[in-house]
DNA sequence: ATGCGTGCAAACGATTTGCAGCCGG
DNA sequence: CCGGCTGCAAATCGTTTGCACGCAT
């Protein structure tokens, strides 16, 4: 059950550490080429799989489908204010949303609920850079 | 501007209709194909891509990241609780949750806010299916 | 007529997988 | 030593696109 320890997947942990926001598994994959820590492409996916199945990496869909990846602060359920441009990220909770979501739900007969709740917007620095 | 009316859009538009609840494109290729009226595949693609853009249909994207299409009786805002086997659908909104959304992303001084709100579950019917 | 719409097949881009060799426990 | 891990390339899969032709306006 324990992951092996091996090179590769040392870089990949840490390297997702340093770059702190949501970051798609190519630029992970690239981040590590430049860090001189080179990593196969499928292993970078598989070793985020694997991060993912244990819950020590959120994981979620950018708009165009592009999954992205994040080791995150709090392990509890929470959600994210992201920046769709440099992938910044603003951990986020609503209780009140939980409950809304849950008592809805039931409200239909519906089972097994799971909500996708995610803010994208474009952070301070970005709306600067783009308007200059 | 205005698309023309062919007749495969028309198919489209009519199957989109019948099926009521959210689709994939090959699904709805498939629809066609049974209801006789056969399209091709790029084409449906496209005819979708024209409806979403024209805000005639919404689109939403399954938890495995493929594109779903559905009419939807309401062209204002609302959310979505989708079954995740069967794709019933029911239209919701949350004034709660709309104003939660933005207060929470201004704060953080974040522009152009965007959110994705959806609800996933197992409705009635597949709960008995898969009980069985 | 005119050019958008269509079909088909090739192109794509992200992710997955088969397989032979490697290496961590 | 042994089985999980890796790399590479080939395979998937949903979706997009190039191109020649047809049809709605």
């Not at 769709?84 to 910044?88: M, V």
């Given at each position: 059950m324990a992951a092996r320890m091996t090179r590769q997947r040392t870089a990949v942990v840490e390297t997702l550490d340093e770059l702190a926001d949501f970051r798609s598994a190519q630029q992970l994959h690239e981040a590590l080429r430049a860090r001189g820590e080179s990593v196969g492409l499928a292993t970078v996916y598989r070793a985020l799989q694997a991060l993912a199945d244990a819950s020590e990496v959120d994981v979620l869909r950018a708009e165009d489908g592009e999954s992205l990846y994040r080791r995150c602060a709090r392990s509890e359920h929470h959600h994210h204010l992201v920046c769709?441009?440099?992938?910044?990220t603003v951990e986020i909770d609503g209780p009140t949303v939980e409950a809304w979501a849950s008592k809805v739900a039931a409200a239909q007969g519906f089972d097994d609920i799971e909500h996708t709740i995610e803010l994208w917007g474009t952070c301070a620095d970005c709306r600067a850079a783009a308007a200059k």
């Open positions: 769709r441009f440099c992938g910044r």
